[in-house]
């Protein structure tokens, strides 16, 4: 990272993210002018010009930019990233799976952007917002990212870890990174809570268990942690209300 950090030129044009969560850490510090392109799933689509998509983006349109570097993430993007830099286009990697990664990243991008100060005041922000978090009963809990086919998330990923930090097990966390199962292994896990980011009501064989609903938006490291963290707060202690969570045997 380091290395890539030193091979930026200086002066040179602006940056084009291919990551929504990295925009929204651009804006909040204060560097959207050096943002001179973005993915359609960006939030700043209208207001950025829009480069395509995260796998297929329009490599001619980026050219056009003549962007110092490309935001990616790896390593669902290593292809977008080997042509990008057959095209001579620099590429950061943006893929914190952790709290402590996302804080480095942010610190790395203030860095990048000339932006140290509020870079490492956001990155402190994120910390203290973390070590607040008050662990309820020890529960067990089980994070199914994608419906068709079934994905869950293992052991090494953001959002176990931050479910852990409020004192809960992951039944699936003898996997790691993100995992396809089959929906027998969901129905035949024990655990508490379920996370989607999906409609999940009424389904026959949860009914004893604490259906939590957050956005999608909520899974990908980023600012998105401050809200998801106050949303899992009030959902588990309601879990908790409704006598839906057990002791962890």
């Not at 790395?108 to 870079?119: C, D, M, Q, Y």
């Amino acid at each position: 990272m380091l290395l890539i950090l030193s091979c930026i030129p200086q002066g040179r044009g602006g940056i084009v993210s291919l990551v929504p969560s990295a925009d929204e850490i651009i804006y909040a510090l204060g560097a959207k002018d050096k943002l001179v392109g973005v993915s359609t799933y960006s939030s700043y689509k209208g207001e950025k010009p829009v480069v395509g998509d995260l796998l297929n983006p329009d490599y001619e349109r980026i050219k056009t930019l003549k962007p110092s570097l490309v935001i990616i993430t790896l390593p669902m993007q290593a292809n977008v990233k080997r042509n990008l830099e057959s095209l001579g286009i620099e590429t950061y990697d943006f893929s914190p799976e952790s709290v402590e990664e996302l804080t480095k990243d942010i610190t790395e991008l203030g860095n990048i952007l000339g932006r140290e100060k509020r870079a490492k005041a956001l990155a402190d922000s994120i910390k203290e917002f973390v070590k607040g978090i008050n662990p309820l009963p020890e529960f067990t809990f089980a994070v199914q990212i994608s419906e068709s086919p079934v994905y869950v998330a293992g052991d090494n990923t953001y959002i176990s870890e931050i479910l852990e930090l409020f004192g809960g097990k992951n039944a699936f966390g003898y996997l790691k990174g993100y995992k396809p199962v089959s929906s027998e292994d969901i129905l035949g896990k024990e655990f508490d809570i379920l996370i989607v980011p999906y409609n999940f009501k009424d389904r026959l064989g949860f009914e004893r268990r604490c259906i939590i609903q957050i956005p999608e938006s909520y899974l990908s490291p980023g600012l998105k942690i401050f809200p998801l963290i106050d949303s899992l707060k009030l959902n588990l202690l309601r879990c908790l209300k409704e006598n839906l969570i057990r002791p962890v045997r």
